[in-house]
């Protein structure tokens, strides 16, 4: 995304022309950045050549699931509906992981069905029903035990799954039960050690003493794990937090843990692969001055962005169409929905805005539409794919029929 001639541009597409053919609110996604940003997680991992599962939660568009699968990508999915979208997608399913804290048993007995990679269990309970799903289907299950390491992820409360406060996980002592207990079962085969500690995580201190936890449960289980699931949780860069994580110390000490305990590699990337890739573009609808602020209300609210009435994210909001005037005045972006929450941005001042000028809140393609409603029953923003000069409608209706 760039500026040319005062005017903003995606790929090869004036942004200006976008809303004039499609209307707003409007998701746009990058198809290169996204791929760009691939290609740079991978190459920040070579040396350990990881299974990369993307984690559909972030984002569950069919089309950018199904670049993602081109792209040599697998999947993290936390539902029956996210699992069936990633299939349909045509990502194999030997490179899905299907995680979370409450998969029901049909869920887990779907799964199994499709024959994914594997399943990461969370709890006691969930364990002894994937080993009755098993018994069922007449087959062993792959799982992954995911720990929760209590280590703070240093970023929003909100967002932070490996403390010891979470619902995510089992603790230290309980890990090594399930071991023991099941390292023998008939039905169930410990494939690997999995963890999540958060999400936007921008130091690499979090990581390295959750990969302590794991190797204290490897050296003192003295299980042999085939795989080690990391997760996810890389952050980005929304314009106000410059440090960013360091992937060559993360790496580094991933490598060694490698080389130790001779396993394999799985992470879970969401935010870090789709979320500067996507923008959400709107209109204008009014700007109401009083005294201290001007309100500049748009045609897209929190039902289409959550993130920053859910837990105050930071979104930055750029014009069009750029122009050299200053406003020194407070201007708040808000969002025509019935809250007061319904806020994105507040700033000291603003270039000079008019009503009908299109504005783009950056860095939503994670968590931005699959968090969306119909609240205040607002019609769902559209979503449109960017190749170089080629524009695509990627709507959701065709491929999300019987899916629940
Ligand atoms: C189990 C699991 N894996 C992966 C992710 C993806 O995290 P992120 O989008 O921060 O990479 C999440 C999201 O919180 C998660 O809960």
């Not at 299950?141 to 490996?162: C, F, H, S, W, Y």
Request: glycine share 6%; proline share 2%.
């Amino acid at each position: 995304m760039f500026y040319r001639k005062k005017k903003l541009i995606i790929e090869k597409v004036p942004v200006h022309k976008i809303a004039r053919q499609f209307g707003t609110p409007i998701y746009c996604y990058s198809f290169n950045q996204l791929k760009r940003n691939i290609l740079n997680f991978k190459r920040n991992f070579t040396k350990i050549r990881p299974l990369i599962c993307f984690a559909v939660k972030a984002n569950n568009n069919y089309r950018i699931l199904s670049e993602i699968g081109r792209l040599g990508l697998g999947a993290d999915v936390v539902s029956r509906g996210e699992l069936i979208v990633a299939l349909k997608s045509k990502i194999h399913p030997k490179k899905i992981v299907f995680s979370g804290v409450g998969k029901t048993y049909d869920e887990i007995e779907f799964a199994a069905r499709k024959k994914i990679f594997l399943i990461n269990a969370e709890s006691q309970s969930e364990i002894e029903t994937i080993s009755k799903v098993a018994k069922k289907i007449k087959r062993s299950i792959d799982i992954g035990i995911r720990l929760n390491p209590n280590v703070d992820a240093k970023t929003i409360k909100e967002i932070t799954t490996g403390k010891y406060s979470n619902k995510f996980g089992l603790i230290e002592k309980d890990v090594f039960k399930l071991i023991k207990q099941f390292k023998n079962s008939k039905y169930l085969n410990i494939k690997c050690l999995s963890v999540h500690i958060g999400s936007q995580i921008t130091s690499h201190i979090p990581y390295i003493k959750m990969l302590r936890s794991l190797q204290k449960i490897i050296s003192k289980s003295k299980y042999r794990f085939e795989y080690v699931d990391l997760g996810g949780g890389m952050g980005i860069n929304y314009g106000k937090n410059t440090k960013l994580l360091d992937y060559k110390k993360y790496s580094k000490e991933i490598e060694k843990f490698v080389k130790k305990n001779n396993v394999k590699i799985i992470f879970e990337p969401g935010r870090s692969l789709i979320g500067n890739a996507g923008y959400l573009l709107s209109k204008i609808i009014y700007i109401k001055k009083t005294n201290k602020i001007n309100f500049i209300i748009l045609d897209t609210g929190m039902n289409d962005l959550m993130r920053p009435a859910l837990y105050k994210a930071y979104h930055n909001i750029i014009p069009v169409k750029k122009n050299s005037s200053k406003i020194s005045k407070r201007h708040e972006f808000v969002g025509p929905i019935c809250e007061s929450t319904d806020k994105f941005l507040s700033l000291k001042s603003y270039q000079k805005l008019s009503e009908g000028d299109n504005i783009v809140i950056c860095d939503v393609g994670a968590y931005g539409k699959v968090l969306s409603s119909n609240y205040n029953l607002r019609k769902n923003a559209n979503e449109i794919l960017i190749k170089s000069s080629k524009v695509f409608k990627i709507g959701r209706k065709d491929h999300l029929q019987n899916i629940f």
